[in-house]
């Protein structure tokens, strides 16, 4: 292992993971949006949207994040629609991302007990007032687990961008491999940063989820 050769590209990678942690982030935010939206087409049975919600979740859900990417940044262009390569890692992100969370959202919301709409119906409240201020906070703790999983998730998924030319922590351990042949130690750097990235993220959804069970949400 040449530990002289990782010093002198550690700022590599620090620059990188930057890149990897903003689409992430950016990601994860649309992806939250997204399927906040679908699940609630799906629960309230909006008529030719709930199709079409449908349609995106199994598009999504079963092709790969590799041939939607392919599709954004070789296939548009045929169309006369140029993307740069982030626009394009973060797109993929969402559009995958959202089905994920669509389907979390969705389970949340299913395992409230409907006594509790009924309940909120007789006092007088709206539809709206109802899901907003008794279904949405039920369910989003109940969905807190598949969320934090759903996030680990994306960030590991970011490994792909670096085939649309993404200059992220996949793609500058390959470029590295490719100049040098220093396999090991850039792979090495790769799994640390990776770690670094991603363990007090899976610390942190640990924490909650525990905060979630102990005040008696999600049971």
């Known amino acids: ?59 999504s859900r079963n092709t790969p994040l590799l041939i939607q990417l392919f599709f954004l940044y070789f296939g548009l262009p045929k169309l006369g629609i140029v993307l740069s390569s ?44 109802v899901f907003l201020h008794i279904i949405l906070p039920q369910a989003i703790t109940t969905s807190v687990p598949v969320f934090c999983a759903n996030i680990i998730f994306l960030i590991k998924e970011t490994s792909v961008f670096s085939a649309v030319a993404l200059a992220d922590l996949m793609f500058v351990a390959k470029d590295l491999i490719g100049i040098y042949y220093k396999t090991d130690e850039a792979l090495f750097m ?19 989820e525990r905060r979630v069970r102990y005040a008696e949400f999600g049971n």
């Open 1 to 59: 292992m040449d530990f002289e050769f990782i010093q002198a590209h550690v700022p590599m990678y620090i620059e990188a993971a930057g890149i990897t942690l903003r689409i992430s982030l950016v990601g994860i935010l649309l992806s939250t949006a997204i399927g906040l939206l679908c699940s609630l087409v799906k629960v309230f049975h909006i008529p030719v949207l709930k199709n079409i919600v449908n349609g995106y979740i199994e598009v």
């Open 86 to 129: 982030e626009s394009c890692a973060i797109i993929g992100l969402s559009f995958l991302g959202g089905s994920y969370m669509a389907e979390a959202f969705r389970t949340g919301i299913d395992q409230v007990p409907p006594i509790q709409s009924e309940s909120g119906l007789s006092l007088g409240l709206t539809k709206g007032q």
């Open 190 to 208: 790769l799994v640390i940063a990776y770690l670094i990235i991603l363990l007090p993220i899976s610390l942190l959804c640990t924490w909650l």
